[in-house]
């Protein structure tokens, strides 16, 4: 069992819905979860993180974190052309574990 | 805005031959990490620091050593390069402390192509 799990993906949705994107995670102490983007060919960076159980908004982001079920989402409404790209999930333990990352196509 | 810069950004060599990656940041960040991706998988982490002259193997076996001399510059050497070693290498840094402290902040990267 990999230590953080992502749907690989592409999930598509059309421009202006809301796109899902979820990980889960096996270690019960982990403290804290990140999302990051990455487009094609560069290097992640970061959206948001969380670490207290519920729901913390960023703008078009929403971060979703349940500790109990081991699971975190990211919300992204509005969702844009520009949003396309592959999303990471990563926890921190030592360093930070990331997961394979989802593959995110909004169609216009 | 992260300021962290890694050089070469591509390189091609041969097998056998030593080569050392450069990393470095000017925010005075205790904690830098370098990982290993290939094109669309997974980052893997194979070494970090938590400072000068600190520093850990991470999840990935590899077969590169690191040095933290200073606090701005965390180089990665591989003593003789292979094809297996053809990836995209990944430095990053950040500030450590508390939760909210360990965003990590990634530099643009280095291809390398082992021939």
């Known amino acids: 069992q990999k230590e953080v799990e992502q749907n690989s993906g592409p999930l598509s949705v059309p421009e202006g819905a809301i796109a899902s994107l979820n990980c889960t995670y096996s270690?019960?102490?982990?403290?804290?979860f990140f999302w990051y983007r990455q487009y094609s060919g560069k290097s992640p960076e970061l959206i948001m993180f969380?670490?207290?159980?519920g729901d913390k908004e960023d703008g078009r982001f929403t971060a979703q974190l349940n500790k109990a079920s081991q699971y975190v989402s990211l919300l992204i409404r509005d969702s844009q052309p520009s949003d396309s790209a592959t999303y990471l999930c990563?926890?921190?333990?030592?360093?930070?574990?990331f997961g394979s990352g989802t593959r995110l196509q909004v169609q216009p | 805005e992260a300021d962290i810069y890694q050089t070469p950004r591509y390189l091609v060599i041969g097998t056998g031959k030593k080569i050392t990656l450069e990393c470095s940041q000017t925010m005075g960040h205790d904690k830098m990490y370098w990982y290993q991706q290939d094109p669309g998988m997974e980052l893997h982490l194979i070494h970090y620091s938590y400072g000068v002259n600190s520093t850990e193997k991470g999840d990935l076996s590899s077969e590169s050593t690191v040095s933290r001399i200073r606090t701005e510059h965390f180089p990665l050497t591989l003593e003789s390069a292979r094809p297996s070693h053809t990836s995209q290498y990944l430095c990053?840094?950040?500030?450590?402390?508390?939760?909210?402290?360990?965003?990590?902040?990634f530099g643009p990267g280095t291809r390398l192509l082992v021939l």
């Open positions: 969380i670490y207290s159980n």
């Open positions: 270690d019960r102490g982990s403290q804290s």
């Open positions: 990563a926890v921190k333990k030592r360093a930070l574990t």
């Open positions: 990053a840094s950040s500030p450590g402390g508390d939760l909210y402290q360990e965003t990590q902040y």
